[in-house]
């Protein structure tokens, strides 16, 4: 595997990291919450280069209107490589969103952030770089407890850029803390979420 196939790697596992991101959380029988704070394992499978890995992550968003919310991200995992090859990942994500209801219970949300992303492939050396990422989906309470979500996100880092589609579901067993789970697909990657969502409402 040459160093820019390693790059790449690199790049494909910091933009499912932070695709993974951009679904957000939800209110008990209303509509969806956008203040909250969550922390999360996520595991991603990369088919062009027989690579796994796994990721802790950390994300967070604030209401600062009924129709503006500000996102914010941070993403530390391996991939682990053929050849014994190890590549360490971490991504910040900040930025915002505009959620529009469709119904009470039903928002199309969009959302652009500023990525930052840190590779360091084993005996390599590191590279750094930032981009962006889109993303525009649905996110629906289908009942008081229950919550989905489905969405296509798009992250450009070193010019490298990546479509994924996901899709979420929260269960919020108080009106404070939910579980999630999630998968997100994407051209030649695949990643698994599962996490702890704290919804602050009122603030």
Known sequence: MSSIQLKRVGVIASSVFAG???ANAAAADEGPNYTFIEAGYVHVEIDDFDADGEALALQGSVAVTD???LIGGY????IDGPFGID???STLE???GM???LSPTVDF????AWLSTEVDVSGLGDVDDDGYGLGAGIRAMISPRFEVGAGVNYADIADDGQTTFGGEVLYHF???FAVTGGVTVGEDSTSYGVGVRANLHGM
């Open 20 to 22: 993974v991101l951009v």
């Open 87 to 89: 590549v360490d990942v």
């Open 174 to 176: 108080t009106d404070m």
């Open 94 to 96: 900040l930025g915002g």
């Open 109 to 112: 949300v969009g959302q652009v």
């Open 75 to 78: 993403q530390d995992g391996t």
């Open 67 to 69: 129709m503006f919310h």
């Open 99 to 101: 959620n529009f209801a």
